[in-house]
């Protein structure tokens, strides 16, 4: 059903989010590159929102790759651009796809 496909997928990292903890601050979360997955990702649309009585523009986006290790707290980098993960879908439960709905502060 899906041959082929990854003819059209290119490298995305997927970043996990560590929690370091000092004496001073009390804890410090950093991300590290997770995984290397092959997928792409596709513009769904944009919308600018009002956050703190500012102006604030947002881009939905989806990501189509193989079955990864993808959680809704990591983040997706690609092309020095971060994405937020929103949701991670198994499409259909066939264990061949999954659709990551990402959204990214313009």
């Given at each position: 059903?899906?041959?082929?496909?990854?003819?059209?997928?290119?490298?995305?990292?997927i970043e996990?989010?560590?929690?370091?903890?000092?004496?001073?601050?009390?804890?410090?979360?950093?991300?590290?590159?997770?995984?290397?997955?092959?997928?792409?990702?596709?513009?769904?649309?944009?919308?600018e929102i009002?956050?703190?009585?500012?102006?604030?523009?947002?881009?939905?986006?989806?990501?189509?790759?193989?079955?990864?290790?993808?959680?809704?707290?990591?983040?997706?980098?690609?092309?020095?651009?971060?994405?937020?993960?929103?949701?991670?879908?198994?499409?259909?439960?066939?264990?061949?796809?999954?659709?990551?709905?990402?959204?990214?502060?313009?």
């Amino acid at each position: 059903m899906l041959l082929g496909i990854d003819k059209f997928f290119y490298d995305i990292d997927i970043e996990r989010p560590t929690q370091t903890s000092d004496e001073w601050s009390g804890g410090n979360e950093t991300f590290t590159t997770h995984k290397t997955v092959q997928g792409l990702i596709r513009q769904l649309n944009g919308n600018e929102i009002n956050v703190s009585q500012k102006d604030t523009a947002i881009a939905t986006h989806r990501m189509y790759c193989r079955i990864a290790d993808i959680l809704t707290t990591d983040r997706v980098l690609y092309n020095s651009i971060y994405y937020s993960i929103t949701r991670v879908n198994n499409v259909m439960n066939f264990n061949a796809l999954m659709q990551v709905d990402l959204w990214q502060q313009l």
